[in-house]
Antibody, heavy 124, light 106 residues
Framework: EVQLVESGGGLVQPGGSLRLSCSAS????????MHWVRQAPGKGLEWVSG????????YYINSVKGRFVISRDNSKNTLHLQMSSLRAEDTAVYYC?????????????????WGQGTLVTVSS | SYELTQPPSVSVSPGQTASITCSGD?????YAWWYQQKPGQSPVLVI????KRPSGIPERFSGSNSGNTATLTISGTQAMDEADYYC?????????FGTGTRVTVL
């Protein structure tokens, strides 16, 4: 059974940094692209970033470019999201999700399944 | 940037059919995915590549996609189908989610 477990969320002040992790099991982690998706309280889903299986290809939404860095450690089956210069509008539950393919630039990339999420609160 | 628009809410009686639309420019030229999210839970994939159903998803869930509109249809809606539903498509390797629709089973 595929399992994705996020960790690292918490309360951080504006301008601060936080590193999220997603521990994966139940599948060959190094064979699949991975993603981060967030959901602000009471709001809809917003894709944040994606990373290919090798780590060589990354994509970000414009609002986090230059502030967030997605990475992975295939030897530890772990996905990370390093977040810096955090803003109040980054407050959200952050989910990691497994892709159906190793590369990102496909018309049939599929986000399934998702982890349970970790809450990031940016507030003074 | 690419946008996907859904109706904020849909109400349906038990046993009836609920249809949720997702509108985007030339959406029919892309694949559409649909996710179900119940309160306090993570999203679950219910339709992929316009019309396909993952294993474990009931047959009452179906999808279509043509022109500028993708549609998720729930036939014989049950109380357990009450949830938020989001469509999703890819635009230049960026995943775009719809605005979300709350389905209420009255």
């Amino acid at each position: 059974e595929v399992q994705l477990v996020e960790s690292g969320g918490g309360l951080v002040q504006p301008g601060g940094s936080l590193r999220l992790s997603c521990s994966a099991s139940g599948f060959i982690f190094s064979n699949y692209a991975m993603h981060w998706v967030r959901q602000a309280p009471g709001k809809g889903l917003e894709w944040v970033s994606g990373l290919s299986s090798s780590g060589g290809s990354t994509y970000y939404i414009n609002s986090v470019k230059g502030r967030f860095v997605i990475s992975r450690d295939n030897s530890k089956n772990t996905l990370h999201l390093q977040m810096s210069s955090l803003r109040a509008e980054d407050t959200a539950v952050y989910y990691c999700a497994k892709d159906s393919h190793p590369e990102l630039e496909r018309p049939d990339n599929c986000l399934d399944p998702w982890g349970q999420g970790t809450l990031v609160t940016v507030s003074s | 940037s690419y946008e996907l628009t859904q109706p904020p809410s849909v109400s349906v009686s038990p046993g009836q059919t609920a249809s949720i639309t997702c509108s985007g420019d030339k959406l029919g030229d892309k694949y559409a995915w649909w996710y179900q999210q119940k309160p306090g839970q993570s999203p679950v994939l219910v339709i992929y590549e316009d019309i396909k159903r993952p294993s474990g998803i009931p047959e009452r869930f179906s999808g279509s996609n043509s022109g500028n509109t993708a549609t998720l249809t729930i036939s014989g809606t049950q109380a357990m189908d009450e949830a938020d539903y989001y469509c999703q498509a890819w635009d230049n390797s960026i995943a775009v989610f719809g605005t979300g629709t709350r389905v209420t089973v009255l």
